[in-house]
């Protein structure tokens, strides 16, 4: 019974450290708003929600200060500098985005031997995965591959546990923590996985698995028990390592294939809203500095009020379209800065999975 409770609370600290870890990610989680925002909506819709927000202010400025606005934007010239800031804006956006991408892409233009050696090497990692984790074939598919390796991990922690004696009452201990860990992270992971629709949906998932703690506490079980585990033991602990090490090339290579999706998604958004923004963009100042405008109002809002807010929402499509890309990206790349047993953050989880627990 002692060692129950000291297992319990040496678990439920793990989870305590856990969380402190993780606070930065946790409201994303949490918060389905927030998660829509940055991972799961559509990059096209959140562009228009955000220009949708802009509008909404512009259209209660113009009620709150109807008449000083609209001598400010007939008689001052802050407006026609403000567009051509936004003119030239675009046209570095562009350029910059597009420079980007001819170098991403650059790297995929390849001899036709460099070309047989990636897929020799790809075909060579599906088999190995597929040997590793007993499976009948390497599904092609991200979300049905990372399962497999969840079902692979999830297998060889409970061999792993299983074949730990209940003699030596520490190692059982710590290795009834770092299974619980493992199964309930998976278990975690493919509850998102089921409901991912999309390949970010899916990449989110997959990070929010921890395998790089994992490692590191399997590791030190194994270094300080070294003279305690037998061979199959020490086996087994190998084969969990590999299984997790494949998990990582898999998720780094989907994270690869990922970037570059996005990257050309992002090139082609921009090519194709920005020609008319800039269209649109050179008639409105010619329009303003020629006070073409008609007068009337709508709303108890003046014309040139409409205009100019409609002209400043048009500017800024390219830029707020640039913006939720690399927002998702960003918030995928945070977590997947190192590849490996590597912790970046500062707190004291690296052990949390192997804490000593006296089992008296």
Do not use: C
Not at 28 to 33: G, I, K, M, S
Not at 271 to 285: D, K
Request: charged residues 20%; without cysteine.
């Amino acid at each position: 019974m002692p060692s129950t409770n000291t297992h319990t609370e040496s678990a439920g600290q793990s989870e305590q450290q856990r969380g402190g870890s993780e606070a930065g990610l946790m409201s994303v989680e949490t918060n389905p708003l927030l998660q829509w925002i940055l991972v799961n909506g559509n990059r096209w819709v959140v562009s228009v929600a955000a220009l949708v927000l802009v509008g909404l202010g512009f259209v209660g400025s113009g009620v709150v200060w109807s008449d000083e606005l609209a001598t400010l934007f007939t008689e001052g010239q802050v407006i026609q500098t403000i567009l051509i800031a936004l003119f030239s804006g675009i046209i570095l956006l562009v350029s910059i985005a597009l420079s980007v991408n001819s170098i991403v892409l650059s790297q995929d233009i390849t001899a036709l031997g460099d070309q047989e050696e990636e897929l020799d090497k790809t075909f060579s990692f599906r088999d190995s995965v597929r040997e590793q984790t007993n499976a009948d074939v390497s599904p092609a598919r991200p979300a049905e591959f990372l399962q497999v390796i969840f079902d692979g991990i999830r297998s060889n922690v409970r061999e792993l546990s299983n074949s730990i004696s209940n003699d030596n009452l520490v190692l059982n201990s710590q290795t009834e923590i770092i299974k619980d860990d493992i199964v309930n992270q998976v278990r975690d992971v493919e509850g998102r996985l089921e409901k991912a629709s999309g390949i970010s949906e899916v990449m989110f998932a997959g990070i929010q698995y921890d395998y790089s703690r994992q490692i590191y506490a399997i590791r030190q079980l194994r270094v300080e028990h070294e003279e305690t585990l037998t061979d199959s033991q020490q086996k087994k602990i190998d084969e969990l390592l590999t299984t997790l090490k494949y998990f990582a090339i898999g998720r780094e290579y989907f994270k690869t294939l990922y970037f570059k999706q996005e990257l050309a998604n992002l090139s082609r958004g921009l090519l194709v809203i920005s020609f008319p923004v800039i269209v649109y963009l050179v008639y409105a100042i010619l329009s303003l500095s020629a006070r073409l405008l008609p007068e009337f109002s709508i709303l108890g809002i003046h014309s040139i009020i409409w205009f100019v807010g409609f002209t400043f929402i048009v500017g800024m499509v390219p830029y707020t379209l640039f913006s939720v890309y690399v927002l998702r990206t960003a918030t995928i790349s945070i977590r997947t800065l190192a590849a490996g047993p590597f912790i970046l953050d500062s707190s004291d989880g690296s052990t949390r999975l192997s804490e000593d627990t006296d089992p008296k």
